[in-house]
């Protein structure tokens, strides 16, 4: 039997804020030019101007892409939140442990609902776990890749544009540590999205206490040591906006923009915007708090920034209320569905949702507590 929570009626969310935590980095990790996992800050990218007038599908044919097939599950964010443990001799306090896009597909939920999608969550040591289902993923890609594509260029040139961008935006190191041959010659730089910054944070909605790790494309100008706020980047391709319609579009796209920069902490958005064959024409820095307001202003495009963050405080503590037992669990949205329904698929384990490592870590972790 499925528990069901339902998105309708949406005024149910909407009113005064649900209390927000601000994220705060607690640790980070990269993946390497061969997406190799290594704790820290080695893959960070620090932001500079890209050369307006770039064409984006510059170098297609030497891209190195992350064959993405494998299930990574949570393994990463597990092996971090582990060392932090290690180092602390503190166990999180999260409610919730997952990807940032995990929230992102729950809290645009509301708003987006020709996508569905599939987790799998499990209860482990007062903390609930979610990773994406990576079936149902595989699944609807296979299925999306099926249909015809009649655009006038191909979809994979299309999506290499968008790490284009991110290669002709960012240097390895501080301005001040970089030299003008790097800096200007980043057009010829091989784009490799094997490679990646992610942060882990705690945030939190209400009572509800979460740890997200997710990619930071950049940082503006220097990382802070201490756990203040960073001034994160994010990066973004569109099409130039050239009517009315072009802009409800580009607005639409703004709520999966702002939802994932907002989990993070991502102060700044920077959008690369681009003609209809992959030319950069300009960038615009975007303040992501500003976005949900400016939305309403216009008043043209149907989405709302407190109801999404009412709607997954809600949630999610409806969540810890409904996965209360040990086994697998799967989180579901089916398409255009108004509700999200969860329910058992697995009676007992956690699945491959946790690691050994990590659970012999905790394992290991409370037996010196008790006989300390
Ligand atoms: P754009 O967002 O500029 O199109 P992110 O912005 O999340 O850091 O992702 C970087 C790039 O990865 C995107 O650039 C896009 O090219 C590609 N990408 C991200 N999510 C995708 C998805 N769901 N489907 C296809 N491409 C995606
Ligand atoms: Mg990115
Ligand atoms: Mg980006």
Same mark, same amino acid.
């Given at each position: 039997?499925?528990?069901?929570?339902?998105?309708?009626?949406?005024?149910?969310?909407?009113?005064?804020?649900?209390?927000?935590?601000?994220?705060?980095?607690?640790?980070?990790?990269?993946?390497?030019?061969?997406?190799?996992?290594?704790?820290?800050? @080695?893959?960070?990218?620090?932001?500079?101007?890209?050369?307006?007038?770039?064409?984006?599908?510059?170098?297609?044919?030497?891209?190195?892409?992350?064959?993405?097939?494998?299930?990574?599950?949570?393994?990463?964010?597990?092996?971090?939140?582990?060392?932090?443990?290690?180092?602390?001799?503190?166990?999180?306090?999260?409610?919730?442990?997952?990807?940032?896009?995990?929230?992102?597909?729950?809290? /645009?939920?509301?708003?987006?609902?020709?996508?569905?999608?599939?987790?799998?969550?499990?209860?482990?040591?007062?903390?609930?776990?979610?990773?994406?289902?990576?079936?149902?993923?595989?699944? @609807?890609?296979?299925?999306?890749?099926?249909?015809?594509?009649?655009?006038?260029?191909?979809?994979?040139?299309?999506?290499?544009?968008?790490?284009?961008?991110?290669?002709?935006?960012?240097?390895?190191?501080?301005?001040?540590?970089?030299?003008?041959?790097?800096?200007?010659?980043?057009?010829?730089?091989?784009?490799?999205?094997?490679?990646?910054?992610?942060?882990?944070?705690?945030?939190?909605?209400?009572?509800?206490?979460?740890?997200?790790?997710?990619?930071?494309?950049?940082?503006?100008?220097?990382?802070?040591?201490?756990?203040?706020?960073?001034?994160?980047?994010?990066?973004?391709?569109?099409?130039?906006?050239?009517?009315?319609?072009?802009?409800?579009?580009?607005?639409?796209?703004?709520?999966?923009?702002?939802?994932?920069?907002?989990?993070?902490?991502?102060?700044?958005?920077?959008?690369?915007?681009?003609?209809? #064959?992959?030319?950069?024409?300009?960038?615009?820095?975007?303040?992501?708090?500003?976005?949900?307001? @400016?939305?309403?202003?216009?008043?043209?495009?149907?989405?709302?920034?407190?109801?999404?963050?009412?709607? /997954?405080?809600?949630?999610?503590?409806?969540?810890?209320?409904?996965?209360? #037992?040990?086994?697998?669990?799967?989180?579901?949205?089916?398409?255009?569905?108004?509700?999200?329904?969860?329910?058992?698929?697995?009676?007992?384990?956690?699945?491959?949702?946790?690691?050994?490592?990590?659970?012999?870590?905790?394992?290991?972790?409370?037996?010196?507590?008790?006989?300390?």
């Amino acid at each position: 039997m499925a528990a069901t929570f339902s998105m309708q009626p949406l005024e149910r969310f909407a009113g005064s804020n649900a209390a927000i935590k601000r994220p705060k980095e607690f640790a980070c990790f990269s993946y390497d030019q061969d997406h190799k996992f290594h704790l820290g800050d @080695s893959s960070l990218k620090w932001y500079y101007n890209p050369e307006i007038g770039t064409d984006l599908s510059q170098g297609f044919d030497t891209f190195v892409k992350h064959d993405d097939s494998a299930d990574e599950h949570l393994d990463s964010l597990l092996e971090t939140i582990a060392s932090h443990e290690k180092e602390t001799g503190k166990a999180i306090d999260a409610h919730i442990v997952t990807w940032r896009g995990m929230l992102t597909k729950i809290m /645009a939920a509301p708003f987006e609902d020709r996508d569905g999608f599939e987790m799998n969550a499990t209860l482990y040591r007062g903390s609930i776990f979610i990773e994406e289902n990576h079936q149902y993923k595989q699944a @609807s890609r296979a299925e999306q890749d099926s249909q015809p594509w009649r655009g006038p260029i191909p979809q994979e040139v299309m999506q290499y544009w968008g790490y284009k961008f991110e290669t002709l935006c960012t240097m390895p190191a501080p301005w001040g540590e970089t030299s003008r041959e790097y800096i200007e010659g980043r057009d010829k730089q091989i784009v490799n999205n094997k490679e990646q910054y992610c942060s882990v944070v705690r945030t939190g909605f209400d009572e509800t206490v979460m740890c997200l790790g997710g990619e930071v494309d950049c940082v503006w100008d220097s990382k802070t040591l201490t756990g203040v706020a960073n001034n994160w980047v994010e990066l973004k391709t569109t099409a130039e906006i050239t009517s009315e319609r072009d802009m409800d579009n580009f607005e639409r796209k703004l709520l999966k923009f702002w939802i994932q920069s907002f989990l993070l902490g991502v102060p700044k958005i920077i959008v690369g915007y681009r003609s209809r #064959d992959g030319k950069l024409l300009r960038t615009e820095e975007l303040a992501t708090e500003k976005i949900p307001t @400016s939305i309403l202003k216009r008043g043209r495009v149907n989405w709302n920034g407190n109801v999404c963050v009412n709607f /997954a405080s809600a949630f999610l503590k409806w969540l810890r209320q409904t996965i209360d #037992d040990e086994g697998v669990w799967r989180i579901r949205r089916k398409p255009r569905s108004p509700h999200i329904e969860v329910f058992k698929v697995e009676e007992v384990g956690h699945g491959n949702i946790i690691t050994d490592n990590f659970m012999n870590w905790r394992i290991k972790f409370s037996l010196s507590q008790s006989s300390a």
